[in-house]
């Protein structure tokens, strides 16, 4: 049996904020975090970003250190968080705040955080036999099952890319690159389709034509690694006719650079075969995308509320948010803000 790491000088604070399933569950399970967090600090002190794994898998140190940062919500926030202004340390207020806001402009929210590539490919890190059968990032769970008794739809995508069979297009991360794959975009977008549908009624559809293509990226764990004697990686992508974003779409997709990926082009890799092309597949229309290079978590908000600032009539004709940003923003972004979302 496996035991996730929860300090004991957290313990009494957490129970302040939490109900006493979710601190259970939040404290359950720790090897998996000792190891995530042991992995971190190893490579932290050798001074490097990026973590060389099995079979060409490269990992963003960060990203193993908020894996080992256990519970990052009330208390506990405080030192699991890198932000530097206290207030912003816990990105629960700044979610909530968010949730209502959207609701009093007649906007759902879904929060769709994308799963870390150590919790989905974890098999390929160094020192790691296998994949264990439960998941490794228990303190995930029990945040967002907070975040649902308090009314917000979240979409844990981590079940389904575990669970996903192998796909011949390829793995559902980048190898050489923070990001998830085009095969992942087309998973998430099918996925949120299923919870995105349901609040669009009857608007009017259309068909786009799509097209897989393989394609040679530049990584940014790649360019990190400084080894231009590592190849770089190929992949797949599925490429859209004529899924431009629109301003007008009732479906904001809200985010940081996992809403570009494929998208931008430029250091993004490649352009037409995003999330939010994607999106507009599965949903038979075009989306509203405000996507931010940095941090999806408070940058990417304030856009959306220079956008309402520029369109005293934004806010009319939509349905829905979709937020999606990397977990690890949790405590690896500069903060979480209460950001309004209109003038």
């Known amino acids: 049996m496996a035991y996730i790491y929860c300090p004991m000088q957290y313990r009494y604070a957490l129970f302040l904020f939490i109900p006493i399933h979710v601190f ?8 998996p975090v000792t190891s995530f967090r042991d992995l971190a600090e190893a490579a932290s002190l ?4 990026v973590v060389e794994g099995r079979d060409g898998w490269l990992f963003f140190m960060p990203e193993l250190r908020h894996l080992g940062a256990g519970p990052f919500w009330g208390a506990a926030a405080e030192t699991a968080s890198r932000a530097t202004r206290a207030d912003a340390r816990d990105p629960l207020p700044a979610i909530l705040a968010f949730h ?16 870390p590539k150590a919790v989905i490919h974890e098999h390929q890190l160094p020192g790691m036999e296998g994949r264990a059968t439960a998941r490794p990032d ?8 907070l975040l649902r008794e308090e009314g917000i739809t979240v979409l844990d995508l981590t079940d389904v890319f575990r669970d996903a069979p192998e796909d011949e297009r390829g793995p559902l991360y980048c190898l050489q690159d923070t990001h998830w794959s085009g095969v992942a975009c087309v998973l998430a977008a099918q996925q949120m389709a299923e919870q995105i549908n349901a609040l669009l009624g009857d ?3 259309q068909v786009y034509d799509t097209e897989w293509r393989t394609i040679e990226i530049t990584g940014d764990l790649w360019r990190m690694l400084d080894n231009p ?6 992949l797949q992508v599925r490429t859209v006719q004529g899924a431009t974003p629109e301003r007008a779409s009732p479906v904001i997709l809200l985010g940081d650079s996992h809403t570009l990926v494929f998208q931008a082009g430029g250091d993004m890799h490649y352009s037409g075969a995003g999330l939010a092309d994607q999106l507009a597949v599965e949903l038979g229309l075009p989306v509203d995308l405000i996507g931010v290079r940095g941090s999806g978590a408070t940058p990417a908000r304030i856009n959306l509320l220079r956008r309402a600032q520029g369109d005293p009539n934004y806010w009319e004709n939509k349905r829905v948010v979709i937020w ?11 903060g979480w803000r209460i950001v309004p979302i209109a003038p």
């Open 229 to 234: 004697d590592l190849p770089r990686e190929t």
């Open 138 to 145: 228990t303190h995930h769970q029990a945040f967002y099952e």
């Open 100 to 115: 209502k806001a959207l609701k009093a402009e007649g906007a759902e929210l879904i929060l769709a955080p994308v799963p």
């Open 24 to 31: 259970a569950v939040a404290c359950a399970q720790g090897e």
């Open 46 to 49: 050798r001074g490097e970003t």
């Open 203 to 205: 608007t009017e559809r």
């Open 324 to 334: 999606v940003f990397a977990a690890r923003e949790f405590t690896e972004s500069d």
